[in-house]
């Protein structure tokens, strides 16, 4: 199973959108673990939003779709109504 996710700082106000076949070590990488990289700048990161898939090509589609402007557009408005 993979998990297409996306991330929140609201310190800084910044998504990350990923996608992993192992999201409670992926979250840990992204807020513990990790020492250097995008993420490591503005933690701390929270959980915002997941969709889960069979296989890994149909996972990174979707990743490539919410990295899109149509897909970041959709995270924000996530964001909004939270």
């Not at 929140?8 to 990790?34: A, P």
């Not at 959980?47 to 990174?60: H, Q, R």
């Amino acid at each position: 199973m993979y998990h297409v996710y996306v991330l929140y700082s609201l310190r800084y106000n910044k998504i990350y959108i990923g996608f992993t076949s192992d999201l409670e070590q992926r979250l840990l990488s992204h807020n513990v673990l990790s020492t250097k990289g995008y993420t490591v700048k503005y933690r701390p990161w929270s959980l915002l939003f997941t969709e889960s898939y069979e296989n890994k090509a149909d996972a990174m589609k979707r990743e490539k779709q919410l990295k899109g402007g149509k897909g970041r557009a959709f995270i924000w408005n996530v964001i909004k109504e939270k």
